[in-house]
């Protein structure tokens, strides 16, 4: 679990199904409210975390449609009656079990009536404004990948476009290293160098640190 960062703080909770992935909470310190990004699994156990620390969770939040990163969102959004919002080309992986990979992995998966978001977009939390995430889409990994981006906190959720030391795998259905690139050195490298990178599959790291490591 990462420490506070500025007025929101972020824990990462590593949760294990098929694959281990990161699921992070973005939590109003003031409020104890906040939204969960890329609930892969484990779903009772970030409930119990929920429940234990008095947070209230306005959105889930996904970075991609790969069943990795979205296992848990069903069982979570029924417990809590709230919303996933996920960009506007998500439904080609979400209601689609072998273009999410499910299906190749174990049971299907699949997910519906997610509210569509897309790049530029704002998402803020209701009880303080203040805390909100930008939406900046980053195909490559999937045609629907975004980054969640803090400019207060200086954060990015990156899902698995980025990783520390790596960059997201182009292989899997809809892939495209030309548009990962490009989503790695427009968007993601333009970003402020201490900007905190937070993966889905690997430690924090950020942006200065990948510059200096990539040439593309």
Same mark, same amino acid.
């Not at 970030?46 to 008095?54: A, T």
């Not at 404004?129 to 990948?145: C, E, F, N």
């Given at each position: 679990m990462a420490a506070g960062l500025g007025d929101g703080m972020v824990v990462e909770v590593p949760v294990k199904g098929y694959f281990e992935e990161n699921c992070f909470f973005y939590i109003d310190d003031e409020t104890k409210r906040g939204f969960i990004?890329?609930?892969g699994a484990? =779903?009772?156990?970030l409930l119990s975390l929920i429940r234990e620390k008095g947070?209230?969770?306005e959105q889930i939040l996904l970075t991609h449609g790969h069943f990795d990163h979205m296992? =848990?969102?069903d069982a979570i959004r029924n417990?809590?009656?709230i919303p996933v919002s996920a960009h506007s080309r998500s439904d080609e992986y979400l209601l689609d079990a072998r273009k999410n990979l499910s299906a190749l992995c174990g049971p299907p998966i699949t997910i519906r009536d997610v509210v569509y978001v897309d790049n530029g977009d704002v998402i803020q939390l209701s009880a303080n404004p203040d805390i909100s995430l930008k939406v900046i889409y980053t195909p490559g990994h999937t045609t629907d990948s975004v980054v969640y981006y803090s400019q207060a906190d200086k954060t990015a959720f990156v899902g698995d476009t980025i990783f520390k030391g790596s960059i997201g795998n182009y292989q899997y259905p809809g892939g495209n290293l030309e548009d990962l690139q490009q989503s790695i050195i427009r968007r993601i490298f333009?970003?402020?160098?201490e900007t905190i990178l937070c993966s889905g599959h690997s430690e924090q790291t950020s942006v200065g640190i990948e510059k200096r490591r990539y040439r593309f």
């Amino acid at each position: 679990m990462a420490a506070g960062l500025g007025d929101g703080m972020v824990v990462e909770v590593p949760v294990k199904g098929y694959f281990e992935e990161n699921c992070f909470f973005y939590i109003d310190d003031e409020t104890k409210r906040g939204f969960i990004i890329d609930p892969g699994a484990q =779903a009772d156990r970030l409930l119990s975390l929920i429940r234990e620390k008095g947070w209230t969770i306005e959105q889930i939040l996904l970075t991609h449609g790969h069943f990795d990163h979205m296992g =848990a969102v069903d069982a979570i959004r029924n417990a809590l009656g709230i919303p996933v919002s996920a960009h506007s080309r998500s439904d080609e992986y979400l209601l689609d079990a072998r273009k999410n990979l499910s299906a190749l992995c174990g049971p299907p998966i699949t997910i519906r009536d997610v509210v569509y978001v897309d790049n530029g977009d704002v998402i803020q939390l209701s009880a303080n404004p203040d805390i909100s995430l930008k939406v900046i889409y980053t195909p490559g990994h999937t045609t629907d990948s975004v980054v969640y981006y803090s400019q207060a906190d200086k954060t990015a959720f990156v899902g698995d476009t980025i990783f520390k030391g790596s960059i997201g795998n182009y292989q899997y259905p809809g892939g495209n290293l030309e548009d990962l690139q490009q989503s790695i050195i427009r968007r993601i490298f333009t970003l402020p160098d201490e900007t905190i990178l937070c993966s889905g599959h690997s430690e924090q790291t950020s942006v200065g640190i990948e510059k200096r490591r990539y040439r593309f």
